[in-house]
Structures are given as structure tokens and as C-alpha cells.
């Protein structure tokens, strides 16, 4: 089947910037992208480029090219899923909060309720994508859903993970390392894998994208960020190592990562990892070992988080250690509330485990980060009392975070904290000033000459 027209459920990180490349590179395609969040697809909308509800660098530039021409946002779910011949589900699969797999298992609730809704509006047969990130599966469970709706339609279910790294998802898109594309190895399914595979060829080297069975790609996307996440927390234990032997994490880090069997990516110590993907995909792996009663293999996996979370309440104890074991009442800024550069997401963020705790030990809280709202910090905050959320502030100048503060922590990468004036920054604040480089991306012996008492992750 050739493609002329698709259809994307949900208009966030993953399906917003996807569908803008797809668009872009496919103009004979009208992809239309769906959302029941009236003011994020309002913002898609809007005609100044820097109110789109995603930041990623060059998104802009995309969206202006192809909207209007055959990209469009909408919140008619009904008619885009009606009009297309291929549906892609991008909807949030958070990890349950709820019942049973309670903080493991991944909530399928808005897979479901997309499945229900195709298979009550389609008129004739659709190829269905889980772009979604998935336990092993699903597919089965949608398939299941489709294929009882009574209709006569014929659906084919196809997986195709994302491998986007926020902050630089654009140009992922334009030159993925792969696409990956599974599906039933029947005459239909192979057919509609082709039809997939013909939409990539568009722009990708038909040697880079990968077909399998369907579940092999679903447990293909989980692997990866599995391994990935467990570089961050391999460095970030040795950090700690370094820290207490006199190493250096950033010499270990680079030594080691000259080997070409190891290589240098993911190898950066940090306060700790965050995004939407690699906890939660994680701790889905462990229920579905746990499930099948392989407890070694769960617990092999679970140990990555719990690094994780041992790295991000460690830089928080390690901040009130330093000054001089209380913080209550003490002015601390904390530069960057994204989880990473270049990227507006703060899911999981470690800013968010560390101005939680310094909040619970009565520290008064500044926040600075260039692309994040106010909005959006409250919100992350919103399992605090509200009695304590008078603890935090967000302002939107640098130098005014870090105005009589008695420390500064910086917790995303951003490369506008390099070309700060620190002088200025350390003249401003109270002494001794405290500098906690969660990132490692300030120069050590220049803050040190400035004044400061600087602090980086494994050194």
C-alpha cells in the first residue's frame, strides 16, 4: 500500500517533532497530528515559532516548512483517523502509580483507549504503529482489541520505537543511526512493514532500517535504553569511588572510553540521569522479568535506578554536608531545572529530587533554566505541601538566582553557564560561596582562582 496519508495520536515530545520530519521530507504525505490537549495543539499552532510546546533545536525551521503544505494539528482525533491510512500512537505510557506492578509495570490505559477509538471510528482497513515506548506484547493487545470490533476492518499492527535523544530529536530524524520496524511475517504483515519502510526510503539509506518480528522491536527499544542508562549509573558509581580515593572521574571516564570495545558516549558523571524513558522503560523491564520469574535478571536491571537515586540524594546530602550541616533559612540557586540540554522536558529531572530535599531541610530555593517555565517547576513540585513551596522561586535572570546566595548548584548542561561571568556571580553572594558543578562543565582551577569553593561530581 502507498502512503498518502497519516495520522499521529498524540502531539508531545516524541509525535510532534517525528510527525514535523516526516512531513518535511514526505510533502506528497499529509500527516495530521491529533491531541486532546486543546492548548498544546493550539500552541503547535501558534504563528510565533517560539511558543511551540516542544523545544528542540531546528524544530522551528521544520515545522515552518511543512505546516500549512501537509502538516497539520488538530483535535479532530475522529477525522484524522477516519482520513489516514496509517495510524502511529504516541500517546504516554507512564509507569503505574496504581495496583497491580504498581511503580514497575507501564500504564496502558491511553494505548488502550487509542485502540478502542480506531477500531470505533474505521471505515476501511489502517496499519496501526506503536511508536510509543511498549512492554513486549502490546501489539498483541491492541491486535487483539482491533481485530473484535465487528466491522470487517483489517488492521495490521506494526512496532516502531523512537531512538530520539532530547535535545538533539531533529537531527536524530534527519539521520538516524537505524529505524526499526516489526511486524506479523504473514503476507499482510510483510506488506505493511514495506509500506513503513517506503516512507523512511524517503530520506533514510534503505541499509539503515532494520525490520524484525514484532517483539523483538518492542524489546529492542527497552534494551537500549536499559544499556544506556546503565553507562550513566556504571560512571556515576565509580564517581563516587573517585571521590573518596582521589581519581578523577573525568580521567577514568576518558581512558576508559578510549577503548574502542567500550567507546567514550554515556560515559559523563552527573547528579544522575532523568528524561521520560530510560527509569521508566527500565523498571518495566524488571516487571517483565519479575513476570516471567527470572529475579536474577530483574535485579540486575532494578540496581540501575536505585544507583540512579542513590547519586541524585547524594548530591543533595553532600550540599548540606558542605554547609556545615544546615541549610535552613540559606539562599541556594540551582541553575537548570530541564533533565538535560537543549530540551524543555523535566521529567524526572534531578533538579526535581534536589530541590525537593533542600526544600524539606527549609533551604530557600532559586530556580533559573533558560527554556523551562514557572509552570512548569510548580507542577513538578506539586507532591510538596503547599506550606513549602513558599521555599522556591523562579526568576528568569542568572545573575538574580545567584544574588546573595550562599551557594549555586548546577544540574542540566546548558552551554550558556560557561560564558557566565562568575567573577560577577562570586562578588554577588554571600562567603565563603559555594559552587556544587552537578554536570561538571565549569572549569575547576578558574573557579577556584576566582574565590570559589567548587565541588564537582567524582573529583
Known amino acids: 500500500m502507498k502512503i498518502n496519508s497519516i495520522c499521529c495520536i498524540g502531539a508531545g515530545y516524541v509525535g510532534g517533532p517525528t510527525m514535523a520530519v516526516i512531513a518535511q521530507k514526505c510533502p506528497g504525505i499529509k500527516v495530521t497530528v491529533v491531541d486532546l490537549n486543546e492548548a498544546r495543539i493550539a500552541a503547535w499552532n501558534d504563528s510565533n515559532l517560539e511558543n511551540l510546546p516542544v523545544y ?79 512492554p513486549v506484547r502490546t501489539a498483541e493487545a491492541i491486535k487483539n ?51 513503513l519502510v517506503e516512507v523512511y526510503s524517503n530520506w533514510v539509506p534503505k541499509e539503515q532500517i532494520l525490520t524484525s518480528n514484532v517483539w523483538s522491536s518492542e524489546l529492542s527499544k527497552l534494551t537500549a535504553n536499559a544499556f544506556l542508562a546503565q553507562r550513566v549509573s556504571s560512571i556515576n558509581a565509580i564517581s563516587e569511588l573517585c571521590e573518596k580515593t582521589g581519581a578523577d572521574v573525568n580521567e577514568v571516564s576518558k581512558a576508559i572510553g578510549m577503548d574502542a570495545r567500550i567507546g567514550s558516549k554515556f560515559l559523563k558523571a552527573s547528579v544522575g540521569f532523568g528524561g521520560s524513558c530510560f527509569q521508566k522503560d527500565i523498571l518495566n523491564l524488571v516487571y517483565i522479568a519479575k513476570s516471567y520469574g527470572l529475579h536474577e535478571v530483574a535485579d540486575y536491571w532494578e540496581q540501575v535506578v536505585i544507583m540512579n537515586d542513590h547519586q541524585k540524594n547524594r548530591f543533595s546530602r553532600n550540599i548540606v554536608k558542605t554547609l556545615y550541616n544546615t ?29 525537593s530535599d533542600l526544600i524539606a531541610e527549609q533551604a530557600n530555593v532559586m530556580v533559573y533554566d533558560p527554556k523551562v517555565s514557572e509552570k512548569q517547576v510548580i507542577s513538578d513540585l506539586n507532591a510538596l505541601p503547599t506550606e ?16 546573595g546566595a550562599h551557594a549555586v548548584a548546577i544540574l542540566t548542561e546548558w552551554d550558556e553557564f ?34 570559589f569553593t567548587y565541588t564537582a561530581v567524582g573529583s
Open 56 to 134: 528542540e533545536p531546528g524544530l522551528d525551521a521544520v515545522v515552518a516548512e511543512a505546516r500549512g503544505r501537509n502538516l497539520f494539528f488538530s483535535t479532530d482525533v475522529d477525522k484524522a483517523i477516519d482520513e489516514a491510512q496509517m495510524i502511529f500512537i504516541s500517546v504516554n505510557t507512564p509507569t503505574k502509580n496504581y495496583g497491580a506492578g504498581k511503580g514497575m509495570a507501564a500504564d496502558l490505559k491511553y494505548i488502550e483507549l487509542c485502540a478502542r477509538q480506531i477500531a470505533r471510528v474505521a471505515k476501511q482497513d489502517k496499519i496501526v504503529v506503536e511508536k510509543s515506548t511498549l
Open 145 to 195: 482489541i482491533l481485530d473484535h470490533t465487528g466491522n470487517g476492518v483489517q488492521f495490521q499492527i506494526l512496532s516502531n520505537p523512537e531512538f530520539l535523544a532530547e535535545g538533539t530529536a531533529v537531527q536524530d530524524l534527519h539521520n538516524p543511526d537505524r529505524v526499526l520496524i516489526g511486524g506479523d511475517s504473514t503476507v499482510a504483515g510483510k506488506e505493511a512493514i514495506q509500506s
Open 327 to 355: 541549610v535552613s533559612g540559606k539562599k541556594i540557586a540551582l541553575l537548570g531545572w530541564a533533565f538535560k540540554k537543549d530540551t524543555n522536558d523535566t521529567r524526572e529531572s534531578a533538579a526535581i529530587s534536589v530541590a
Open 388 to 403: 513549602e513551596l513558599k521555599h522556591i522561586k523562579i526568576v528568569t535572570d542568572p545573575y538574580e538566582a545567584c544574588k
Open 418 to 451: 560557561t560564558s557566565y561571568d562568575w567573577k560577577k556571580i562570586y562578588d554577588s553572594m554571600l562567603k565563603p560561596a559555594f559552587v556544587f558543578d552537578g554536570r561538571n562543565i565549569l572549569d575547576k582551577q578558574k573557579m577556584k582562582d576566582i574565590g
